[in-house]
């Protein structure tokens, strides 16, 4: 029988109860695991690491976006023969990968996607910069919309998922384009620009539909430059909540294995919702680099 090493969101406020619905909600399927709660994003790495060096394969994550980050970005910093099984179990503010494999958004009634051997290959990202390299599943940016993931992440969390788009309001007016440079591939864009994406997921910021043409498994990120006048913002919003921002003028997009970004002011870059520092940004893709528990 498979075994879980399951790993509870360091951040969350109740997350000994958290603990507690993980290991009730496992059991009441009949799945044998391990369920612990580090203390802090570096002591969730230092386990996550350790638990793949003793052995184990299986990792089902509880809480949203960053918390997958977090646990992704320590099994890719050893070698697999096989890529890892992770599974996530939401419970965050923000879990908009659970949306692209339309999974519960409650702890139990995900905990049932973890019976049985189905998994879906799924592309993990790098990205590398002045921080040094940095795992993601979901995606990586530059400018606005880093910026507003940094705002987002000091609001209260009884918000939920409300808070990017409270932070994107927010951040807006204060929020001046700059002249950037976009390598993707043969691609490439030079001029001015709001925001720039390298998306491997299509959902993120709370739900918004950013990248409906990106794609797990294809091996490459979906880039997409924002070259939007910020009074042109609410009705360009608009259409990228529901994915139809694709044929706006302003919208520049391409798909590649490898990108590059470059700012004439350094931006402030994330990926998937955890600030990491600031353009230059690169960034490449490891095909199949996770198998995504479904």
Known sequence: ????????????????????????ALTAFGLECDVESPDGAGAMQERTLAAAMAGWTHFAVVGGDGTLNIVVDALMKREWSRPPVVALLPSG???????????????????????GERTYPVDVGI???SWGTRAFVNEVQAGLGAATAGISERLPRRIGAAKYQIAFWATLPRFAATQVKVQAGRRS????????????????????????????????????????RRRNAVPV??????????????VHRMAAEEVSIESEVPWPVEADGEPL????LRARVIPNGIEFKI
């Open 93 to 115: 503010t923000g879990s908009d990968f659970a949306r692209t494999f339309a999974l519960p958004q409650r702890l139990e009634e995900a905990s049932a996607h973890l019976v």
């Open 277 to 280: 520092g600031v353009t230059p």
């Open 1 to 24: 029988m498979t075994a879980w090493k399951v790993l509870v969101n360091p951040r969350a406020g109740d997350r000994h109860r958290l603990e507690d619905r993980a290991r009730d």
């Open 237 to 250: 919003f608009q259409r990228i909540k529901v994915g139809m921002h694709g044929s706006h003028p302003g």
């Open 189 to 228: 864009y030079e001029g001015s620009a709001l925001a720039v994406v390298a998306a491997n997921g299509q959902f993120f910021g709370g739900g918004l539909n950013i990248a409906p043409r990106a794609s797990l498994r294809d091996g490459k990120l979906d880039v997409q430059a924002f070259n939007i």
């Open 127 to 129: 990205a590398e910069g």
